[in-house]
């Protein structure tokens, strides 16, 4: 059984910092890529940033320079800085973690809320 925790959330201005964190809960064993996704009110999910188990990473285009995804594996745990927000990165951020084994398991965090305010 494999839980994501996230944390970090809450209200910034505009031009502002948040970072979030998110630990997995459970086993580590071949868990590879993990990332953070985002939903705003009345969009579909979209990617933020995903790395993978060797540290390669990638970003959305409006994330690229503003935010910056690292993680810990010794600590089982993802964290997304986010630097410079803007009202348009208001949304649910999700963790997400993929587990590579005989079979291809997502999984998903429940979501921590960001309000970035003008």
């Known amino acids: 059984q494999v839980q994501l925790v996230e944390s970090g959330g809450g209200l910034v201005q505009a031009g502002g910092s948040l970072r979030l964190s998110c630990t997995v809960v459970?086993?580590?064993?071949?868990?590879?890529?993990m990332g953070w996704y985002r939903q705003a009110p009345g969009k579909q999910r979209e990617l933020v940033a995903t790395i993978t188990n060797g540290g390669s990473t990638n970003y959305a285009d409006s994330m690229k320079g503003r935010f910056t995804i690292s993680r810990d594996n010794a600590a089982k745990t993802v964290y997304l800085q986010m630097n410079k927000l803007k009202p348009e990165d208001t949304a649910v951020y999700y963790c997400n973690a993929i587990r590579v084994a005989l079979a291809t398991t997502n999984y998903w965090g429940r979501g921590t809320q960001v309000t970035v305010s003008s």
């Open positions: 459970g086993s580590f064993f071949s868990i590879n890529t």
